[in-house]
Structures are given as C-alpha cells and as structure tokens.
C-alpha cells in the first residue's frame, strides 16, 4: 500500500487547514486510517482515525476542532482543521492499517501554525 499526502505549510493561529491522503495498492476491505503528527522534539502522537465503516476518534486536543473524514470509493483520507493554534505545529502523517493489521506511512506533511 502506498500512501499520498498532501495539504499543509503556513496557517495563521485561528485558521484553518485541509490534509488529503490517498491510498493505493492492495486495500483491504476493513481498515483504518489515521492521522498522526510529529512536534519538534516530541513523540508522533495520534490526532485522528476513522474506521472504513465510518467511525472516528479522536485526541482531546482536537476534539471539536479537528474532523477526519473519508472517501471509500476513491480510497482517500481527509482531515480538516479549524481554530488552528502554534500546538498544532507538527509534520502530520497519515497511516493505513489493514485488515490483518499491517500499517504504512506517508511521507509527511509541514504543518506550521503562527500566532
């Protein structure tokens, strides 16, 4: 599975931003994918995944600010990002973990939020 991602670069604190992730490859039916983020000097944590059958979660210092969102048909990741803050800074990746639990990464994508 090769993942695609893009969107990102230089937002201004309380704007708002739009990553994509395609996926392809051999996709299995049931999966999950996911966005993760990387600060400088920090540990990547997750910001958001949502099921192939819909459902999400998310970390709490997203919640409400953050939606992820997909399109099965076109194997295509979404996260949207409102009410941007300087914490959000991050390179952001996206995952795919597939039905018999084997994970890729993007490349990565700069996201960096001024105040």
């Known amino acids: 599975v090769q993942l695609q991602a893009s969107g990102g670069g230089l937002v201004q604190a309380g704007g708002s931003l739009r990553l994509s992730c395609a996926a392809s490859?051999?996709?299995?039916?049931?999966?999950?994918m996911a966005w993760y983020r990387q600060a400088p000097g920090k540990a990547r944590e997750l910001v958001a995944m949502?099921?192939?059958?819909?459902?999400?979660n998310y970390a709490d210092s997203v919640k409400g600010r953050f939606t992820i969102s997909r399109d099965n048909a076109k194997n295509t990741v979404y996260l949207q990002g409102t009410s941007l803050k300087p914490e959000d800074t991050a390179v952001y990746y996206c995952?795919?973990?597939?039905?018999?639990?084997?994970?890729?990464w993007g490349q990565g994508t700069l996201v960096t939020v001024s105040s």
């Open positions: 995952q795919y973990r597939g039905d018999l639990g084997n994970t890729y």
């Open positions: 949502v099921t192939s059958g819909g459902g999400t």
């Open positions: 490859g051999s996709i299995s039916r049931f999966n999950i």
